[in-house]
């Protein structure tokens, strides 16, 4: 093995989810913001691996809670997908950048709809994310959360003034990607929240012209009802 190649001690505790071996470590005062080779951070190794006890045993150490590896993902993202509340929590209350993003622009509210967990969305919003931050791709989390048919999820986002008629750098708006998907009780609440149902993407395509190419019927009627109010 070349020099210096290896990992720190501490990474490899980590990885392997040796509780005692990082406990260890960290009471004979390591360095709790060291990396691996690919610029991980121990505490994001952590999460990723869903080791909590370990995360903890990390951020009793004051382990960077804002640490970005290459891709610039954050530990709160890593908790966030893992749907650690307890976790998002502890990082939250110890400074954790809400509305940092990722090397898409992703933010931890965009990436949060992946899961439905609607508790934790409420908890980044109660922390201050910005419900209408936007990735590279133009998407935001009540676009995400209704291609997904979230419906929880959605009620947090829509109550928080989440924007309805947001369009994503394709122009598609969070009723085309729910009428796409065929989730009719989503395209009724959007509606009813005043998406535009005549907005159309850059292609010229509608949430109902969506609903018919995608074969969904019960959704089609209802744009067609409300089409013709």
């Not at 070349?2 to 960290?26: E, M």
């Not at 969305?121 to 590279?136: F, M, P, S, T, W």
């Not at 929880?152 to 998907?181: C, K, S």
């Not at 005549?198 to 969904?216: C, E, Q, V, Y």
């Amino acid at each position: 093995m070349l020099t210096g190649c290896s990992n720190p001690p501490l990474i490899d505790a980590v990885n392997n989810g040796d509780v005692a071996a990082v406990k260890t470590l960290l009471d004979n005062g390591v360095a709790v913001d060291v990396r691996n080779r690919s610029n991980d951070s121990a505490l994001s190794i952590a999460i990723r691996k869903g080791y909590i006890e370990i995360a903890n045993m990390l951020l009793a150490k004051n382990a960077d809670v804002n640490t970005q590896g290459d891709v610039r993902v954050t530990p709160l993202m890593l908790a966030v997908s893992g749907a650690h509340t307890g976790l998002v929590r502890t990082l939250l209350d110890k400074g954790a950048d809400v509305d940092a993003q990722d090397r898409m622009g992703n933010t931890a509210l965009i990436i949060m709809p992946i899961s439905d967990e609607p508790g934790i969305v409420q908890l980044l919003i109660d922390h201050g994310a910005d419900v209408n931050a936007r990735n590279a791709n133009g998407l935001d989390a009540l676009m995400v959360a209704s291609y997904l048919g979230h419906s929880n999820i959605i009620e947090i986002l829509l109550a928080n003034n989440a924007d309805v008629q947001a369009a994503a750098n394709d122009g598609h708006t969070a009723l085309m990607r729910a009428a796409r998907q065929g989730h009719l009780d989503v395209v009724q609440r959007l509606i009813e929240s005043g998406a535009d149902i005549t907005a159309h993407n850059k292609k010229g395509d509608t949430a109902l012209s969506w609903a018919r190419k995608k074969n969904r019927l019960e959704v089609a009627r209802l744009l067609e009802q409300v089409s013709e109010k």
